[in-house]
């Protein structure tokens, strides 16, 4: 048996969503997390403190000089996350780096050509290809057991005011639901259909030029799939999966859905499928392995998926009008 070896984690921005993926590492065997960096030396602190961390650095630079560090997750806003990404692998460093991995095709190419030159392991960090509800989903549509699967209703809509000038509606920081919650049905619809045939998108846009909601349909040869992200109403987030004898209905938050449902006619079975911790350890878990066989790309989430989920956004985005400034 392959003995996994045990990976020192470094953080690179303690903020809210590094918060929530520490608390995950803790629970994975073989995963160490040792070292967190902030452009804020007090912020460090105060995370490695509230998480168990060994050392806290002031500056992102001296924890990917850390030579005992293995691999770094990027945390930041979309919008650096091919910077810090590319330092990270160049400094020797595996990645996982939150998604959407770039903000656009061009970035994600980068990125991976980093990840091959530097033969060092690069992950967009789609947690929720790992959740044991949607792996086990997967396999029941291979197994057919609700016919042909022909249609997918998803979506990610809650109801937040965000502050003008918080994250979701500032521009430079590539805010908007579409790259932070529209990733999500998106990955899902590609996830069941493969690549998509035709796009059709819309959106609605806040005085900022964010996307406050933005809908897509996705046309297959076999199906279409109808996609939905915002933060102006609250939907009930239970993805639907359709087929020719029945249909599939991941629990409530599919996204770290805990069960599903199979319902055929008049009948109904649920399954129950308690997620570890948060629901990151499972990513974790994938990158260890990875790692371990020295591999560069999951086999579960490749390069080659990261390419072809930016190019259905960036066609998405560009029939919206929807640009970033960095992109220029």
């Known amino acids: 048996m392959l003995e996994k070896k045990k990976l020192n984690w470094g953080i690179l921005g303690p903020g809210k969503i ?4 520490a608390q995950d590492v803790n629970l994975v065997d073989n995963a160490v997390l040792y070292a967190v960096g902030s452009r804020s030396e007090e912020r460090a602190k105060k995370f490695a403190q509230a998480y168990h961390v060994e050392k806290a650095y002031g500056s992102y630079e001296d924890l990917l000089n850390d030579p005992d560090v293995d691999i770094i997750y990027i945390g930041t806003p979309h919008n650096s996350h091919k910077q810090y990404a590319i330092a990270a692998m160049n400094a020797g460093k595996h990645v996982l780096c939150e998604k959407p991995l770039g903000l656009n095709l061009d970035e994600v190419k980068e990125m991976i050509d980093a990840s091959k030159s530097n033969q060092v392991f690069l992950m967009e960090a789609l947690w929720s290809r790992f959740n044991p509800t949607i792996v086990e989903v997967l396999g029941k549509l291979k197994e057919g057991v609700i016919g042909e699967v022909n249609y997918v209703n998803v ?8 502050p003008v000038e918080g994250r979701m509606l500032n521009m430079d920081l590539a805010g908007g639901s579409l790259l932070d919650m529209g990733i999500y049905p998106v990955f899902l619809a590609y996830l069941v259909f493969g690549y998509p045939e035709q796009i059709l998108a819309a959106s609605r846009f ?21 996609l939905l992200s915002g933060f102006s109403s609250q939907s009930d987030m239970v993805a639907k999966i359709h087929g020719t004898q029945g249909r599939i209905l991941l629990n409530r938050r599919w996204h770290q859905a805990d069960g599903y449902k199979i319902v055929n006619d008049q009948d109904e079975t649920s399954f129950q499928l308690p997620i570890k911790g948060i629901g990151y350890t499972y990513e974790i878990e994938e990158c260890i392995d990875c ?19 930016i ?18």
Not at 18 to 21: A, D, V
């Open 206 to 226: 806040h005085e900022t030029g964010a996307d406050m909601q933005t809908a897509a349909i996705l046309k297959y040869k076999h199906g279409i799939a109808n």
């Open 155 to 162: 979506d990610f809509s809650v109801y937040r005011d965000f």
């Open 291 to 309: 790692i371990s066989r020295g591999l560069i790309e999951s086999p579960k989430w490749s390069h080659q998926n990261s390419v072809d989920l």
């Open 311 to 328: 190019k259905i956004m960036d066609e998405i985005r560009k029939q919206v009008g929807l640009k970033y400034p960095s992109e220029g």
């Open 18 to 21: 590094s918060k929530k993926f």
